[in-house]
């Protein structure tokens, strides 16, 4: 019997994990994935959203500037990449400079510090290679830049240092509830716990349903990205958007926390929430956008393209807390789409919190504050490098050469808390095959290590979990037919 059920281990499920972390409490978290942020928390913008665009008086608002005003202190805590670069909403037309005024008004509601509206003049002077046939611009200085990966999976560790326990490759089918507990039905058998938490992303809708007669709806919403390689100067320093419509915030320009440059996402509303292909068709027409913003806007830098999902309630605000018209004891947070990643801090604490009272949970007397992430060695000095070869030789063997990633940093991935144990993994938390060469060089030695830190055999290391593995057999046992 556990105190509490988690499902999900995305940036919201692990940020709940996370607070419950500082109750004395049994805490299970599950995700049908080998890993955590495998979901919309590994494939999005990464923006902490300063909160110009959320509808004054929703969650979404509320959720987007509290969790904004958390993320530098967390990110400190935990030694994930955050910064701060400011961004700017476009507009094209003369028309667009009401739209731009009526976003103001709403920043100045939610109260949005900084934020005006600008001219062409002013707008070139901050970023000279935007189209020069802009007219107006709103200045959003307090946007920022996280990690989301990197901030996910530090999360997990800090949840699991304090006795969370997480289960993945365990897919949730059903709820239950019964006489004074709820029964978790997945492919691994069944659990108990006195309350569950539902944070299953496109998949929280099915599960809400089979409890509630609050019925929701959840439509997956893809967007395709393109990732251009950081050998060359940034075109921009800060976030470009345009100006946002019923599907979102529109496609930006974007540096992320690590020096690449991000164009995207499409909006595409799919029947699959599993589906993240990208397209032809999305490509071409995420950088025609992209194109209105920054002319000249090349494909001849991108290392790779990706999409990601995220989960559109029809509603269009976040549904946070205990489940309505349903047994007590549920919880959930549904239709997490953006500013999910900013709100998710904030959507920890508060959920985190409000499932502890219910429990009557007390506070935890061995708790752990976070440990924070070391420095990545590509960041490092001379002088810090050595400093750290002494320590461990493993700093002395670069893995990757496209992100300088070192042998240590590669297993220590292996060891943390809620450790790596396939491929992806180890790329979501050190970078290695993050890079230009999208591991060409350094997965076999990656693959290596694995099997070396995990017991498993080299054929059985995964690039994402089971059914993706890399080899399929060896060559000596190929035989002719």
């Given at each position: 019997m556990q105190d509490v059920i988690i499902i999900g281990a995305g940036v919201v499920g692990c940020a709940v994990a996370q607070r419950l972390g500082t109750y004395a409490g049994k805490v299970l978290v599950l995700d049908a994935q080998g890993?955590?942020?495998?979901?919309?928390?590994?494939?999005?913008?990464?923006?902490?959203?300063?909160?110009?665009?959320?509808?004054?008086?929703?969650?979404?608002?509320?959720?987007?500037?509290?969790?904004?005003?958390?993320?530098?202190?967390?990110?400190?805590?935990?030694?994930?990449?955050?910064?701060?670069?400011?961004?700017?909403?476009?507009?094209?037309?003369?028309?667009?400079?009401?739209?731009?005024?009526?976003?103001?008004?709403?920043?100045?509601?939610?109260?949005?510090?900084?934020?005006?509206?600008?001219?062409?003049?002013?707008?070139?002077?901050?970023?000279?290679?935007?189209?020069?046939?802009?007219?107006?611009?709103?200045?959003?200085?307090?946007?920022?830049?996280?990690?989301?990966?990197?901030?996910?999976?530090?999360?997990?560790?800090?949840?699991?240092?304090?006795?969370?326990?997480?289960?993945?490759?365990?897919?949730?089918?059903?709820?239950?509830?019964?006489?004074?507990?709820?029964?978790?039905?997945?492919?691994?058998?069944?659990?108990?716990?006195?309350?569950?938490?539902n944070c299953a992303g496109v998949g929280a809708g099915e599960l809400h349903n089979q409890i509630s007669g609050r019925q929701v709806s959840i439509t997956p919403r893809r967007g395709q990205y393109y990732l251009l390689d950081h050998t060359l100067p940034l075109a921009f320093q800060m976030t470009l958007f345009q100006l946002p419509t019923r599907m979102g915030k529109g496609v930006l320009v974007s540096p992320t926390t690590h020096g690449n440059m991000l164009y995207g996402p499409t909006a595409e509303d799919i029947p699959d929430g599993l589906d993240t292909a990208t397209t032809q068709e999305g490509l071409y027409g995420a950088m025609a956008k992209v194109r209105l913003s920054f002319p000249t806007a090349s494909t001849a830098t991108v290392i790779t393209t990706f999409s990601?999902?995220?989960?559109?309630?029809?509603?269009?605000?976040?549904?946070?807390?205990?489940?309505?018209?349903?047994?007590?004891?549920?919880?959930?947070?549904?239709?997490?789409?953006?500013?999910?990643?900013?709100?998710?801090p904030a959507i920890g604490e508060e959920l985190g919190d409000w499932v502890a009272y219910y429990l009557k949970l007390e506070k935890n007397p061995r708790y752990i504050p976070p440990t924070p992430l070391p420095k990545p060695f590509s960041a490092m000095t001379d002088a810090e490098r050595r400093i750290a070869w002494q320590t461990d030789p493993d700093y002395g063997r670069v893995i990757c050469r496209c992100e300088t990633v070192t042998e240590a940093e590669v297993r220590r991935a292996i060891r943390r808390p809620v450790g790596a144990r396939d491929i992806d993994g180890v790329k979501r938390r050190v970078r290695?095959?993050?890079?230009?060469?999208?591991?060409?060089?350094c997965m076999a030695r990656v693959m290596e290590i694995i099997a070396e830190e995990t017991g498993v055999s080299f054929q059985e290391v995964s690039k994402n979990g089971p059914g993706s593995a890399v080899l399929s057999g060896q060559l000596g046992d190929v035989r002719d037919e």
């Open positions: 890993d955590v942020s495998c979901g919309a928390s590994k494939a999005n913008s990464g923006i902490v959203h300063a909160g110009y665009d959320a509808v004054p008086g929703t969650d979404k608002a509320r959720l987007n500037i509290k969790g904004a005003r958390m993320m530098p202190g967390l990110c400190r805590q935990l030694g994930v990449p955050f910064g701060k670069p400011g961004a700017l909403v476009l507009a094209f037309e003369e028309a667009g400079k009401a739209q731009l005024e009526a976003l103001l008004k709403q920043a100045e509601v939610n109260g949005v510090p900084g934020c005006r509206v600008i001219g062409r003049k002013e707008i070139l002077k901050m970023a000279p290679l935007v189209n020069p046939e802009v007219h107006y611009a709103l200045y959003v200085p307090e946007s920022g830049l996280v990690s989301p990966y990197e901030l996910t999976c530090a999360l997990a560790d800090a949840a699991a240092e304090n006795g969370v326990r997480f289960q993945l490759n365990t897919k949730v089918r059903a709820l239950r509830h019964q006489t004074d507990r709820w029964l978790v039905e997945t492919d691994q058998g069944e659990f108990a716990c006195r309350a569950v938490i990601g999902i995220r989960a559109h309630e029809k509603g269009g605000d976040f549904i946070i807390g205990a489940v309505e018209d349903a047994p007590e004891g549920a919880f959930e947070a549904i239709g997490i789409e953006s500013p999910g990643l900013t709100a998710a290695a095959g993050m890079g230009r060469c999208q591991g060409g060089f």
